[in-house]
């Protein structure tokens, strides 16, 4: 179950996020600009998995006139400072999220409808650094991705 986040933490999520921004560009003699900002906080405000596609057809509602090219190079300048993960849920399908400092979960993918829920479970961990340590591995990060079929009611199933 995806876990809600309450305004305060948003707040001091969104702090984080721009800070570390403001570093990466100051490291690459590059400077904010209002357009990408704009986009950037369209991007935080969506708070899930999002496609490149998703974030330009919410960055247009939000009335911003951006083209496809700047969502991508947005991102790509994102992942590049450590603050977004590019992620493929299914074939030939991206999703960008925001690495949260300190924050680890898991997915599980729905393959009909593409539904990504997050979670986190403690068991698993521990189990990981168990076999880790079995075989003498220092582990330096980890991804775990389930796929199967959700039993949600309207799911798009195509089998």
Request: with cysteine.
């Amino acid at each position: 179950m995806k876990t809600t986040k309450t305004a305060s933490s948003k707040t001091d999520s969104h702090r984080w996020f721009t800070e570390e921004l403001s570093k990466h560009l100051a490291r690459k003699n590059l400077k904010q600009t209002k357009q990408r900002q704009a986009l950037i906080d369209v991007f935080i405000e969506l708070a899930t998995h999002v496609s490149a596609e998703e974030l330009h057809i919410a960055a247009r509602a939000a009335g911003l006139d951006v083209g496809l090219a700047t969502v991508y190079r947005t991102l790509n300048l994102l992942s590049d400072a450590g603050l977004v993960e590019q992620k493929q849920f299914s074939e030939g399908r991206f999703v960008y999220e925001i690495v949260e400092p300190g924050g680890h979960h898991d997915h599980l993918i729905c393959l009909d409808c593409g539904t990504v829920i997050e979670f986190a479970n403690d068991e698993i961990e521990r189990l990981q650094e168990k076999v880790a340590a079995k075989h003498q591995f220092k582990l330096t990060s980890h991804r775990l991705d389930l796929f199967g079929h959700c039993q949600k009611v309207n799911c798009d199933r195509r089998n």
